[in-house]
C-alpha cells in the first residue's frame, strides 16, 4: 500500500534552517506533473516513477503538502485485477475467465441498426470499445453469455463498471438478464441526473464508475416478472448512436469496494466535504487526498497518467554540494554587518516516463527589497560552469522588482532538462545571521556561540577567525 502523501527528497543538505522567513529557498514550481506509470505494489510517494532504465526512481522535489487533493486519477487508467475477473470460473487470481476477451461477445441489431465490439487496450490498461447505432425504434446489442451463470442470490449481487462515453446521442443501458428474459438495469442517459442510482453517466467523459446491487436497480423483461438468475451480460443501445469503451466490469461480487477519498458535496450545503467514495458520477480525472486512501484492491495496481499537482524542486532539496555554494562574508561595503552570498543550480530532470506541466521559478522574498542587493537568474547555463564564472550578460536581475516582504515573485518560466543558476546576495544583521543556521546539520551554534554562522563582525572574536571572514573565505559549503 502506498505511502501517505510526502515530500520525497532527502533531508535539506544546504545546512540552512528553512523553517525561517529569512532563509533563501529559489523554487521551481511545477503545477502538474503527470506519472506514466505508478506502480502501487513497487513504489510509495506519487514523486517515484521510472527512470530511462526501467529502474524506479525518485524526483528531488516535495508536494506542496497544503493542498487537500494533491494527486488525481482517472478510474479507466488503472491496470487492476479487480477490473477484470468476471465471470468467476476460477478464483479471484488468475481467473480463466475474462470479459475483456471481445471475441466472447456477440452481437445483434435491427436491421437499420449495427454494434461492434473490439479491444481498445492501448494505453496499458485492457478495455472493449462498445460502439452502436441504433435507428429510431431499433436497438444494438452486445451479449457476453459465455461462463456467466449465477444462481445464488442474483439480486444481492453488485454491479460494477467503470467507462468512458465517447459518443451519447442516444441511450444506452447494461443489463444483468436471467433466463427467461427479465432484466436489472443501469442506464447511460443524458437527460438523467448524474449522481442517480440507476445512472452511470448523463454525458460524454471517461473515468466514470458505477457500484450498485442489482436489488436498487430497475426491473424489467419479457419474463416471469422476478430475477432469480443472472445468465447473461447486455450492453444495449437505444433510438441512436453510443460508443462506450468499457474498463471494469463486475455482476458478481456481493459488496462494493472503495475508491478513494475525494472533496464532495455530500450535504448539499455548497461546501465540498472529504468523503470515501465507491462511485464517481464526475467523470474525468478524481483529485484523491493522497494515494494511500485508494482502496486496497489497488494495492498493487498500476496507475497509469497518475497527476500530481504542485510540485515543488526546492534549492532546500539540493543534495550535491556540486549544486550550490554558500558563503557569509563581511558587509562593510553595505553599511551591514554580514552578507550571503548564494549560487544554486536548479534543474527539472525530464525522463521519458515524466510529462511537464507549467514550471516557475518563484522565490519568496523575507527580508525588505534594499536587503537583495543581488538576485539574477541565467537561464540555460552549463552545470559544469564554475560558480562565479557566468558572465554578467548571461543573467537577468530581478531585484527591482523585490521591494514587498512577504511576497512570492515569479521569475521566470523554465524548461525541464534546462539549467536555472540563482545567484543571490542578501545583507544582514548579526542576530538575523543565526536564524539562518540548520542548528541539526551544524551542531551549536549563536551570537555568542562558535559554529560555522557565528557572527564574525562586530564582536570580539580570535585574529584567525576574523581574517578569514574578512578575506571572504568563511564558507559553508559545496560548489566552488
Not at 482517472?74 to 470479459?99: C, H, L, M
Amino acid at each position: 500500500m502506498a505511502s501517505p502523501i510526502a515530500g520525497s527528497a532527502a533531508a535539506a543538505q544546504p545546512g540552512l534552517n528553512f523553517t525561517s522567513e529569512k532563509t533563501p529557498n529559489p523554487t521551481i514550481v511545477e503545477d502538474e506533473l503527470v506519472v506514466t506509470s505508478h506502480d502501487m505494489d513497487e513504489m510509495d510517494g506519487p514523486l517515484e516513477y521510472y527512470d530511462d532504465s526501467g529502474e524506479v526512481a525518485t524526483l528531488p522535489a516535495t508536494v506542496n503538502q497544503s493542498q487537500d487533493t494533491p494527486v488525481g486519477v482517472r478510474f479507466d487508467k488503472i491496470d487492476a485485477d479487480v477490473y477484470t475477473q468476471f465471470p468467476r470460473v476460477s478464483g479471484e487470481v488468475d481467473n480463466e475467465a475474462n470479459w475483456t476477451v471481445a471475441t466472447d461477445w456477440t452481437t445483434s441489431s435491427g436491421g437499420s441498426s449495427s454494434m461492434s465490439v473490439a479491444d481498445a487496450d492501448a494505453d496499458g490498461v485492457e478495455k472493449l470499445e462498445f460502439a452502436a447505432s441504433a435507428a429510431s425504434g431499433e436497438t444494438a446489442t452486445a451479449t457476453l453469455s459465455e461462463n456467466v451463470s449465477i444462481t445464488n442470490d442474483p439480486n444481492k449481487r453488485v454491479l460494477s463498471t467503470v467507462l468512458n462515453v465517447e459518443t451519447l446521442s442516444g441511450t444506452a443501458e447494461l443489463r444483468a438478464v436471467d433466463g427467461d428474459g427479465d432484466y436489472r438495469y443501469a442506464e447511460i442517459n443524458g437527460s438523467e441526473n448524474a449522481d442517480a442510482s440507476d445512472i452511470i453517466a448523463n454525458s460524454t467523459g471517461n473515468g466514470y464508475v458505477l457500484q450498485e446491487r442489482l436489488s436498487n436497480l430497475p426491473l424489467a423483461g419479457s419474463g416471469d416478472g422476478s430475477f432469480d438468475a443472472i445468465q447473461k451480460v447486455e450492453i444495449v443501445a437505444i433510438d441512436n448512436d453510443v460508443t462506450v469503451t468499457v474498463a471494469g466490469l463486475d455482476l458478481d461480487k456481493k459488496s462494493e469496494y472503495d475508491l478513494a477519498e475525494i472533496e464532495r458535496d455530500t450535504d448539499s450545503d455548497g461546501e465540498l466535504e472529504q468523503t470515501v467514495v465507491t462511485d464517481y458520477y464526475e467523470g474525468g480525472t478524481a483529485d484523491i487526498t493522497g494515494l494511500d486512501t485508494l482502496g486496497s484492491e489497488f494495492d498493487s495496481a498500476v496507475l497509469k497518467d497518475l497527476h500530481v499537482y504542485d510540485v515543488r524542486y526546492e534549492f532546500a532539496d539540493l543534495t550535491d554540494e556540486s549544486e550550490y555554494s554558500i558563503n557569509v562574508t563581511s558587509a562593510d561595503e553595505y553599511s551591514y554587518p554580514q552578507k550571503l552570498e548564494l549560487y544554486a543550480d536548479l534543474q527539472v530532470p525530464s525522463p521519458i516516463d515524466l510529462s511537464h506541466g507549467t514550471l516557475t521559478l518563484e522565490f519568496e522574498q523575507g527580508l525588505p527589497g534594499e536587503r537583495y542587493q543581488v538576485a539574477e537568474v541565467a537561464s540555460d547555463t552549463d552545470s559544469g560552469t564554475e560558480f562565479g564564472n557566468v558572465s554578467d550578460s548571461e543573467y537577468t536581475s530581478y531585484g527591482s522588482s523585490l521591494n514587498s516582504q512577504g511576497t512570492t515573485h515569479e521569475l521566470a518560466t523554465v524548461s525541464a532538462d534546462t539549467n536555472q543558476r540563482v545567484h543571490f546576495v542578501i545583507l544582514y544583521q548579526n542576530e538575523e545571521v543565526d536564524t539562518l543556521q540548520d542548528t541539526s546539520a551544524m551542531g551549536p551554534t549563536g551570537t555568542s556561540g562558535d559554529g560555522f554562522f557565528s557572527s564574525l563582525f562586530g564582536k570580539a572574536i580570535s585574529v584567525v577567525g576574523a581574517v578569514l571572514g574578512a578575506v571572504g573565505l568563511r564558507r559553508y559549503a559545496g560548489g566552488s
